[in-house]
Every structure is written in C-alpha cells, then in structure tokens.
C-alpha cells in the first residue's frame, strides 16, 4: 500500500553564502533544525556558478580531524592536494573521499581560464573506533548508474536500486544522485531504519507531493519505506540517508570532536605548524584556524529540537 502524502517531510531551509568572488554556497547541514542525517553531518551545495580566469573554487590548506569529507563533482573540475602527498583532479561524475582520522590537510582549487562549477561538497562524521586512524584518501572515477522511470540514478555511497557504491564508509550510509533531463516520476524504495534528505541540486520537482527547488532540504525520520519523486521539467536531486548517528559530536571549523578540548588541540597544533604536515602542490596559502582558546561548548546528541 502506498503511503498517504503527509506532514512526515520536515522542510528545512539552506543558509546561503558568497564565498568571494561570486562564488556561492548553500548549507543545508547542518542548520538550527537539523544537525545530521544519519552520520552525514554537513553539506554544502556549492553552484551552479560560472567563474572568471582565477576564480572559482580557492580553498587553501586547511585541516580536518573525525572526518571523512565526500565530494561529488558535477559540473567543472577541481584539484585535490593533501598532506599525503595526493593530487587528484576531480571531474564531472566522480567523487573524491578523503578520511581525516587522527588529522590531515588539503587544498582546493578550480581548473581552467574560465567555466563552470557545482559539487556537493560533504562531511561524514567518523565513529569512535574509527575517528583517531590512519588519514586516507581515494578517488571513485566510476560509479553505479542505473534507468529508473526517467531518472538517471547514480548510487555515491551505500547501496541503492540494487546496486552498490564502491566508496568505503565506516556507517551504514545511502547517497544518490537522481537526474532527470525531462518529465518523469519514479518511487525510491528506503530502508526503514535509516532517516532521509532529498536537496534539490537544480530544477524542480515534488517528493510525495511536496514541491522542492534549490535551497530546500526535506527530511524524514526513520520509519518510511518508500517516497514518490516527480519533475515536469529538467531536474537534479540528492538523497542521502544513514542509520541515526548516536554518538555526540561537537563541530567547530574544520574540526569533528567530541570535546573542546580536542578542538582547541587540533586549532593550536594547526596554527603552530604541527601534527597535520605541508599541502605540497599548491601555491594557495595556509587558512589559519580562528582562535579557540574560549571555546566552551560541549558535545550534543545529534536529535533536532523540536
């Protein structure tokens, strides 16, 4: 039996930003009404923008600690550099993971004299057991692709439509991309346990007979089965989901803890030129980390109010 159109969609609204340059960001995690969806903890929706010759995506060496950050590039290219040793060009289709762990650092930067950029840009929060490992980084240039009804699917993290993504995780996650070039409709069959998203990354459509368009994020708590997607026009969206992520977590900077304390290390040892090694590759400079001597905050449990 399907299941009524209801009020179960909670409709969350992104933070928008410019980045400099004309170069704009929607967050929809984590935001005052949702903090995580499963152990996905952030996502930026940055484009679609044109850029001018250096211009673009400039994002110099930065650290990361008690993460993995997954990108998702669609339009555009971008180069990846980290403290491994990696450089990774990026392009439309393929998706860069890189597991922070104990710490690690990287760079970002837009290819080419003058074009286009759209990426969804993620984090996901690392367990306990696994969050103080070893840094890593791979890169996925071939993903799962299936039809469904008019919708292009492709399967980034988890498994969907019968097929499984190859990009290794510590959660039990879902993330996909569903494409549409005309009208269509389809259902997504969701497992039970696991809360939803859907972020319209472009165009308009409507889930189980809500209208979502850039900007809006609908959420679902565990418990549906199944949701009913349609578009009438060109339409791109991104479902992630995962198992309710219970471990408390504190999220400040580029930083993923579980005590101010640790956060304050992490930003010192940054600062000081520890812990963390050189980007080599780039010429962009080194983002210093704000300072976190007052840092009081504690970490939460990830429930929204309300």
Request: aromatic fraction near 6%; hydrophobic fraction near 40%; proline fraction near 8%.
């Amino acid at each position: 039996m399907d299941e009524p159109v209801s009020n179960a969609w909670q409709r969350i609204a992104a933070r928008h930003a410019d980045l400099g340059g004309g170069f704009a960001i929607a967050r929809a995690l984590p935001t005052a009404a949702r903090r995580t969806v499963g152990a996905w903890c952030f996502l930026d929706h940055a484009g679609p923008a044109r850029f001018p010759p250096g211009r673009g995506m400039q994002v110099g060496p930065h650290p990361h600690i008690g993460l993995q950050t997954f990108t998702w590039m669609i339009e555009g290219e971008v180069l990846h550099n980290d403290s491994l040793g990696n450089r990774q060009v990026i392009r439309p289709g393929e998706v860069n993971l890189m597991s922070a762990g104990r710490g690690i650092a990287h760079s970002e930067e837009s290819l080419g004299d003058s074009g286009a950029v759209h990426a969804a840009q993620l984090w996901i929060a690392l367990p306990d057991a696994q969050r103080h490992g070893d840094p890593a980084f791979t890169h996925h240039a071939r993903l799962p692709v299936e039809q469904a009804d008019g919708f292009r699917v492709t399967v980034l993290a988890g498994r969907a439509f019968g097929r499984q993504s190859p990009v290794p995780l510590f959660s039990e996650l879902v993330g996909v991309d569903l494409t549409a070039e005309r009208a269509a409709r389809t259902r997504i069959d969701f497992e039970p346990r696991f809360e939803h998203a859907l972020l319209c990354l472009r165009g308009r459509a409507h889930v189980d007979g809500e209208p979502i368009e850039p900007g809006t994020l609908l959420y679902a708590p565990p418990g549906r089965t199944q949701a009913a997607l349609a578009c009438d026009d060109r339409a791109q969206l991104l479902l992630i989901g995962g198992a309710p992520f219970h471990e408390p977590l504190l999220m400040w900077w580029n930083f993923v803890g579980r005590s101010a304390e640790e956060i304050q290390r992490a930003a010192a040892d940054w600062n000081a030129g520890r812990h963390f090694g050189e980007v080599p590759g780039t010429t962009l400079a080194r983002i210093p980390a704000p300072d976190a001597s007052g840092l009081k905050l504690k970490a939460r449990p990830n429930a929204a109010p309300g």
